[in-house]
């Protein structure tokens, strides 16, 4: 069974700052996607970023980057230089590659709260 | 490109009263599916639709959820009675439903918020 943690309920910082949200998944395939999802209160989960099981290359997009580590099976997000417009609930995710019957298994996901 | 759409999006009622909520998925998208999100948690799949069938209904309690799709385009899930623990944000999600990477994508509408009283 595919299960996704995020020990990390709650996290503050202030504006500027650097902040990573962990991610550790279990799976038994061997093929899998890897998904970050943040969701504003406006309650819509918006797409960050998916990476497949056979590409551990890192990835910056802006302020955001990503660490893959299939031999920790962590899949880590950075945000550097943190905004107010940042905050949110943020979502990691995974999904087997079942061809076209694929579902997201989500953690429970870690609030992220930038203030001034 | 119009994304997916939910409706209400809020809805309170009372114990074994009945409600239902309305998705249609972005056009074209053959995959369909309804999450259940307590609050404080992730959310969790209830029901998957391929075009107008049934992939996975595991985690649905069918003795008072229900849900269908049967022209294949948009969506009724449905609750009666309602039980208190079902209060929750329903999220309807639609992917294109080709196979590939690039198809893995889901899209999220804004949920619907149910408060049963």
């Known amino acids: 069974a595919q299960k996704v943690t995020q020990a990390q309920t709650e996290i503050s910082v202030v504006e500027k700052e650097d902040v990573t949200l962990d991610c550790v998944y279990e799976?038994?395939?061997?093929?899998?996607?890897l998904f970050w999802y943040k969701q504003p209160p406006s309650g819509e989960l918006v797409f960050l970023i998916r990476r497949n099981s056979f590409d551990e290359q890192n990835e910056i997009s802006g302020r955001y980057s990503w660490n893959f580590q299939k031999s920790t099976s962590s899949f880590n997000f950075t945000i550097t230089a943190s905004q107010v417009v940042d905050s949110a609930v943020y979502f990691c995710a995974l999904s087997e590659d079942t061809g076209t019957a694929s579902k997201l298994t989500f953690g429970t996901g870690t609030r992220l709260q930038v203030t001034l | 490109e119009a994304g997916v759409a939910q409706s209400p999006r809020y809805k309170i009622i009372e114990k074994r009263q009945s409600v239902a909520f309305w998705c249609n998925p972005i056009s074209g998208h053959a995959t369909l599916y309804w999450y259940q999100q307590i609050l404080g948690q992730g959310p969790k799949l209830l029901i998957q639709?391929?075009?107008?069938?049934?992939?996975?209904d595991s985690q649905l309690p069918k003795d008072r959820f229900s849900a269908e799709r049967l022209k294949g385009v948009d969506s009724t899930l449905k609750i009666q009675p309602a039980k208190l623990e079902d209060s929750a944000v329903y999220l309807c999600?639609?992917?294109?439903?080709?196979?590939?990477?690039?198809?893995?994508?889901?899209?999220f509408g804004s949920g619907t918020q149910l408060s049963v009283l």
């Open positions: 799976t038994r395939d061997t093929t899998y996607y």
């Open positions: 639709f391929q075009n107008n069938g049934v992939v996975d």
């Open positions: 999600a639609s992917r294109s439903g080709r196979h590939g990477p690039l198809n893995e994508k889901l899209f």
